[in-house]
């Protein structure tokens, strides 16, 4: 059996895997991924170089891929069911989409069961900006007073796509609350979800609208002030992209985000989802 190299980033986030890109679906490979994904919550392959096929099957080999959906966009990544990430989309939602990942976000919290990880290949690294960041919500709570701990057990939060909208759109139109709530129509989830595994995170970031029970800043403030604890610089790991690299990452425990970009600087991305096994609760 091939050993995969692992080697820790950080002491709370993060980890480097060596593996030849020809051995990355080899027998026992994609079993050692999962355990230090499962670890470390985020894995880094440097410059790698997986084809597109080659990424499908590691997807495939780690889990059932999420189908695309609002991200398909006609390209030949997406006909294969990649989505494909740049800012040169004709289609408003799906360029909201993609500027929406500049802000803090845990991917699906618009689905009971979010998606258990995500994994990204750099086709285009951008000449300027569009780092990605993660931060570690396992550890986030772990760190928590138990004092603040029982204070958060219990609320509710709604999610919802017109939370991000409104962070982008000084002036949104009913025309865009009523595209975003066909895609992500408000949904709640608990704010402290305990997990199988023993671990607890957090639900939060951008798509994060309201605290249940709670006027509509007064819940904000709440949310903010735990989302800038949650993403100090002992828990997290900022990305600076190369051409070939693939980062994994475990999507229930993780929010991230993307350092600002524009189109001409040339940064593409190809993801895919794996579909997640539990509920948030």
Known sequence: MINVKIEPITSRIGAYVKVAAEDIVKDGVPDQIMGALNKYNVLVFPQIHLSDDQFLALTDALGDMQEAGATIDGSAASDKGIYRIALDKDDK??????????????????????????????????????????????????????????????????????????????????????????????????????????????????????????????????????????????????HHWHKGDVVIFNNPGLLHRSQPYTEAAGRLMHRTTLKGTEAIA
Request: net charge negative.
């Open 93 to 238: 939602t799906q360029l909201d989409y993609v500027k929406g990942n500049d802000y803090w976000h845990m991917d699906g919290t618009s689905y009971t069961v979010p998606g258990k990880a995500t994994l990204m290949k750099c086709e285009s690294p951008p000449s300027e900006g569009g780092d990605t960041e993660f931060a570690n919500l396992f550890a986030a709570y772990d760190a928590l007073p138990d004092d603040r701990k029982r204070q958060l057990q219990g609320l509710r939060v709604v999610h919802c796509l017109a939370a991000v909208g409104r962070r982008m759109y000084k002036n949104p139109t009913e025309e865009d609350f009523a595209r975003w709530h066909r895609v992500f129509p408000p949904k709640e989830h608990p704010l402290v979800w305990h997990q199988k595994d023993g671990r607890t995170s957090l639900v939060i970031g951008s798509t994060a609208n309201d605290v249940v029970g709670m006027d509509h800043s007064e819940g904000m403030a709440f949310l903010d002030k735990l989302l800038d604890w949650s993403t100090g610089d002992q828990f997290t790991y900022r």
